[in-house]
T-cell receptor
Framework: GESVGLHLPTLSVQEGDNSIINCAYS??????FIWYKQESGKGPQFIID?????DKRQGQRVTVLLNKTVKHLSLQIAATQPGDSAVYFC??????????FGTGTRLTIIP | GAGVSQSPSNKVTEKGKDVELRCDPI?????LYWYRQSLGQGLEFLIY????????KSGLPSDRFSAERTGGSVSTLTIQRTQQEDSAVYLC????????????FGSGTRLTVV
């Protein structure tokens, strides 16, 4: 069936270090993936996306990697800051309008 | 407005009562989505509106849930005869185009059924 899962529910990283958040998906037909950041009491905020015909995409301090062979998606955050503390969700799209979200990973930046 | 606005931000209701949750999408966005987020969980799709097309209601968990979108703008999610398991954060998002991500989410309505 279709599913989006995360390997780790929580992740603690020292401020200034890099962090990697992982996500596994099962639907090989997924053609679009998105990472969202959700801070406490707020709705998810779009971070970065990647289409299935790409392996890597970079933004400001963030990089998303897509490995279609093993159906794995990762979000790398460079030089983490306290403001990066949040829950991060990956989501996938199968060519329709609905996004399927994973459970999320709580990232805590340790000062 | 500048973002997606949801009201109320918090709602406490007694079991068995009906509730209405409101979403004002970004002006000009043709697509509107409702998701539900239970504590510590991901987002569960509920319903999707796109322009004048019939809504995709495939995610509504029961017939107690319904939603409408008037004039292609404001949407109302109604839950009838609320149950304790309906307690969650209800998130609305809008998008300027059909398909793909890039949704803009509101801050949600936290519903507590007591």
């Amino acid at each position: 069936g279709e599913s989006v899962g995360l390997h780790l529910p929580t992740l603690s990283v020292q401020e200034g270090d890099n962090s990697i958040i992982n996500c596994a998906y099962s639907n090989s037909a997924s053609d679009y993936f998105i990472w969202y950041k959700q801070e406490s009491g707020k709705g998810p905020q779009f971070i970065i996306d990647i289409r299935s015909n790409m392996d890597k995409r970079q933004g400001q301090r963030v990089t998303v990697l897509l490995n279609k062979t093993v159906k794995h998606l990762s979000l790398q955050i460079a030089a983490t800051q306290p403001g990066d503390s949040a829950v991060y969700f990956c989501a996938e799209n199968f060519g329709n309008e609905k996004l399927t979200f994973g459970t999320g990973t709580r990232l805590t930046i340790i000062p | 407005g500048a973002g997606v606005s949801q009201s109320p931000s918090n709602k406490v209701t007694e079991k068995g009562k009906d509730v209405e949750l409101r979403c004002d999408p970004i002006s000009g966005h043709t697509a509107l989505y409702w998701y539900r987020q239970s504590l510590g969980q991901g987002l569960e799709f509920l319903i999707y509106f796109q322009g004048n097309s019939a809504p995709d209601k495939s995610g509504l968990p029961s017939d107690r849930f319904s939603a409408e979108r008037t004039g292609g703008s404001v949407s109302t999610l109604t839950i009838q005869r609320t149950q304790q398991e309906d307690s969650a954060v209800y998130l609305c998002a809008s998008s300027p185009k059909n398909g793909g991500g890039g949704y803009t989410f509101g801050s949600g309505t936290r519903l507590t059924v007591v």
